[in-house]
């Protein structure tokens, strides 16, 4: 089966490449819903059509979030059934994209697919619309070869996730019992490699929690040659505070953040060892070789557990300032300083909140200023841990040792996915990410792009996953209705695994 899969798939390279670039053709910008809804509803129409052509279930769900005042783009739901005693995969993937322009310094109009040195330019290709279609192409490839697919897969589809993804969470917490109410397995691959030529699996990413902070000192700006000297300056509170939160060696300076950091065991730090991974080469994708040549930390196990493992705290503007070009004496009145912090497992949101608000209480009384300051968490999300040994993380392994002749690297990534807490939250199933494209794809970024050795790649490791699943045995996980395990039982070793909780797995 393999080698006819695999033929199948490297005789249809240009085929795959013109879908996609009729795909990244369409310009479904997400934070642009006033001009560009109707494209996101074509483009989710458009792998409708794909579906039926491939003869699979589909609807195209109303947003659930959606109103008459502000109409969002439908969830596309597939459903490709073949046996319901067989183990059910659901796949996720995005159709929706950053905006583009080729002002903002493209080399090639963004929104036209343009091959260049073995690489596929244009917005969407690799964020995800290369590898939402390549689930597609691997349900394609087994329909023309009359192979039948190992085990049932359900897809689902948005085209907000460029813009918080409204409507899914609440679909996910309306259909997990119905919907997804037999998935036993889960694949998102909407993230990267952290190299450019090995393959890994991800089974950890940091939450946050962003911050706003408010110092206001007066009604209204105030010119500094007639008020400075007499006034009370919220931006010199401001800038105050935001320099107590962490220091230029990137340590956090709140009391009390630390405190549910777990330390690193020896099994975890042993992940780190085999990962392919040069500082060097960091420096140029950080763009700071040509500036300081610096980096926080010298050696890759140390650098990579601070992206990965540790929290952090960047500060990232203020607004309400002068910040045009030129110069301008103005005192403002009212300015907001943004930073976030990147959460790690066992780090409440709830918590961090109220360690930076008391932290932030201290500090401002020590400034003894008659001002007035506010705090605002606008955002917080769980960060998200799963186990490298669940099965599903097996399966995905096996998959890319069958295609690229080797084990891949297990990472974890410093920034927030957090359809993937959503799903295991409600479902109780595990999640898997399986990232396919390279660490410089530049998603979000001018020259997106997607290396065909990727696509092709990408597609044959899909299609090798799906037989890795059907190889499970045991029964579904999402119909098992077993008692929990008793403490006694969970020390059996490999005992504890989402999806695989039960007694009948003992």
Request: proline letters at 6%; charged letters at 25%.
């Amino acid at each position: 089966m393999k080698e006819r899969f695999f033929a199948y798939v490297d005789e249809r390279q240009r085929r795959y490449i013109d879908q996609l670039g009729e795909a990244v053709a369409i310009p479904s910008v997400s934070s642009q819903l006033d001009t560009h809804l109707p494209d996101i509803q074509k483009m989710m129409e458009y792998a409708a059509n794909f579906i039926q052509r491939l003869g699979g279930q589909w609807e195209l769900r109303d947003n659930p979030d959606g109103t008459s005042e502000r109409p969002l783009p439908p969830l596309l739901l597939g459903h490709f059934p073949v046996d319901p005693r067989k183990k059910t995969v659901c796949v996720y993937g995005h159709l929706d994209v950053q905006p583009a322009h080729i002002d903002d310094g493209w080399d090639s109009e963004p929104f036209v697919l343009t091959e260049r040195d073995g690489k596929l330019f244009g917005r969407g290709s690799t964020d995800d619309k290369g590898p939402a279609l390549s689930w597609l192409w691997v349900i394609e490839a087994h329909k023309e070869l009359g192979i039948d697919l190992p085990v049932n897969i359900k897809i689902l589809y948005e085209g907000m996730e460029e813009y918080g993804s409204e409507g899914l969470f609440t679909f996910i917490r309306d259909e997990h019992d119905k919907f997804l109410g037999d998935v036993d397995f889960f694949c998102i691959s909407d993230n990267y490699w952290i190299g450019k030529s090995k393959p890994c699996l991800t089974y950890g990413l940091r939450g946050l929690a962003y911050f706003e902070l408010i110092v206001q000192g007066c009604e209204q700006d105030l010119h500094s040659g007639n008020m400075g000297g007499a006034v009370h300056e919220a931006m010199t509170d401001l800038i105050r505070l935001m320099g107590t939160l962490v220091d230029s060696q990137g340590r956090i300076l709140i009391e009390g953040v630390m405190d549910d950091v777990k330390p690193v065991t020896p099994e975890e730090e042993a992940f780190y060892d085999p990962i392919e991974f040069d500082v060097e080469s960091f420096k140029e994708e950080a763009k700071v070789k040509s500036i300081s040549n610096k980096l926080l930390h010298g050696n890759k196990k140390d650098l990579l557990m601070a992206r990965w493992r540790f929290p952090t705290l960047s500060l990232h503007g203020i607004e309400g300032a002068f910040s045009g070009s030129g110069a301008k004496t103005v005192i403002p009145a009212k300015v907001k300083g943004k930073f976030s912090m990147r959460l790690v497992p066992d780090q409440d949101p709830v918590r961090i909140e109220q360690v930076v608000r008391a932290h932030i209480a201290r500090e401002f009384e020590k400034l003894n200023s008659p001002n007035k300051v506010e705090l605002n968490m606008l955002h917080g999300a769980k960060s998200w841990l799963s186990s490298p040994d669940h099965p599903n993380y097996a399966a995905a392994a096996a998959a890319i040792q069958t295609v690229f002749q080797t084990t891949p690297d297990y990472t974890r990534e410093g920034g927030s996915i957090p359809i993937t807490t959503a799903f295991e939250e409600a479902t109780g199933m595990n999640a898997l990410l399986l990232p396919i494209g390279a660490c410089d794809d530049m998603a979000h970024s001018q020259n997106e792009k997607y290396n065909i050795t990727n696509l092709m790649n990408g597609i044959k490791v899909l299609g090798m996953y799906l037989h890795e699943l059907g190889k499970i045995g045991g029964p579904k996980p999402s119909s098992c209705r077993c008692i929990p395990l008793t403490e006694e039982e969970l020390m059996v070793p490999g005992a504890f695994m989402k999806g695989f909780r039960c007694k009948c797995e003992m």
